[in-house]
């Protein structure tokens, strides 16, 4: 057995990513507190975030970086594809919290450009064994066939490559393809969180404490840093 205790770290430890990530943080602490002393014990009293951004895992789209956000502006979930599942309890999870204990105002599901999850549903969907299991029963189409059907990332991605088939973008290039899928991904999630009983409650039965929501969906263009709003925007009025 691996023992636990004692472990000596390696030799290149201190020029590593990590030590420069440790640095980083001190030198990002001092500069906060040169600006506002009071910054961390503000932060430490609690938190009050305006919005739930629900996005992809994938490191190139870091929420608060990219929307220049503070700590404690906005609440984050982040998973492969950005996805939605109806029975996900760590998704609902953060949804029931962020809904009716922090009182977010606006949820935001985020997809973005060239992401390897939509890419790899995208490549299962338009395979010559989907049409196969198109006429066998679409439980046999796996998103990564080197996988086991069984695999993390196969039973993740499943209802994405489901979506992929529907759309019957086989024979569209690829690029446009992809970007097709990335959007209507966005707009399945938002439907999923749409009947989301935590949603319907809010938006059916409003609290006196508890402003309106309202769930968005965007898209994250890593080839210029920018987020396009799609516009299919829900709120109480569209319960």
């Known amino acids: 057995m ?26 990002w ?6 600006l506002n002393p009071t910054f961390f014990e503000q932060m430490a009293a609690g938190q009050s975030p305006h919005t ?13 970086l990219i929307t220049n956000s503070q700590p404690g502006e906005i609440f984050v979930h982040r998973n492969i594809a950005n996805q939605v599942p109806l029975q996900d309890d760590n998704t609902l999870s953060v949804v ?4 009716n204990h922090l009182h977010v105002r606006h949820i935001i599901v985020v997809g973005h450009s060239n992401c390897g999850g939509a ?35 196969n ?28 959007e209507e991904n966005v707009k399945a999630q938002v439907e999923n969180l749409s009947k989301l009983e935590v ?7 409003p609290e006196a404490q508890r402003k309106e929501l309202w769930i968005h969906g965007w898209v994250y263009e890593i080839e210029t840093g920018l987020l396009s709003d799609l516009n299919i925007s829900r709120g109480p009025s569209a319960a």
């Open 2 to 27: 691996p023992q636990t205790q004692g472990l000596q770290r390696d030799d290149d430890y201190d020029s590593s990513p990590l030590q420069k990530m440790l640095s980083s943080n001190q030198a």
């Open 29 to 34: 602490a001092e500069e906060h507190r040169k």
């Open 52 to 64: 739930l951004w629900i996005g992809c895992a994938d490191s190139r789209v870091p929420e608060s």
């Open 96 to 99: 029931e919290y962020a809904v």
């Open 119 to 153: 890419a790899a549903s995208l490549a299962a969907a338009t395979s010559p064994e989907a049409s196969f299991c198109a006429h066998n029963g679409s439980s046999c189409l796996q998103t990564v066939p080197t996988l086991p059907p069984d695999n993390p990332i």
């Open 155 to 182: 039973k993740w991605l499943q209802q994405l490559t489901k979506l992929a088939f529907s759309l019957g973008i086989s024979t569209a290039p690829k690029d446009e393809a992809l970007s097709l899928l990335i």
């Open 199 to 205: 949603i319907q409650d809010a938006w059916q039965n």
